[in-house]
């Protein structure tokens, strides 16, 4: 079993920064994916960022493309989302959440989530 928790969130205005980190225990990786997903009032989750663990491959939505850097620690076993130019609209609950066979299958493990909210 994983216990994803996450940190980090909090109300910013637009054009500023906020880093969240999500600690991973229980279960060590040594393979698979970690992403950061969030949802909006209203809209559909979506995924924001993804990185396999073992490096080498990210993935990052449209639209947070140039603003927004995953990365990870191993030795920490914690995965960061720096976010950088926030919009309001990036206004949102964010979840990590771990796929254990890497970036395009089932993430089937997630943390609580972490309010962001942008003002204007």
């Known amino acids: 079993q994983v216990q994803l928790v996450e940190s980090g969130g909090g109300l910013v205005q637009a054009g500023g920064s906020l880093r969240l980190s999500c600690a991973a225990s229980?279960?060590?990786?040594?393979?698979?994916?970690m992403g950061w997903f969030r949802r909006a009032p209203g809209k559909e989750r979506e995924l924001v960022a993804a990185i396999n663990w073992g490096g080498g491959r990210i993935v990052y939505a449209d639209s947070v493309k140039g603003r927004f850097t995953i990365s990870r620690d191993i030795a920490k076993g914690t995965t960061y989302l720096q976010m950088n130019t926030l919009k309001p609209e990036d206004t949102a609950v964010y979840y990590c959440?771990?796929?254990?066979?890497?970036?395009?299958?089932?993430?089937?493990?997630w943390g609580q989530g972490t309010q962001v909210t942008v003002s204007s």
């Open positions: 959440a771990a796929a254990p066979l890497g970036i395009g299958y089932d993430y089937n493990f």
């Open positions: 229980g279960r060590a990786f040594s393979s698979g994916a």
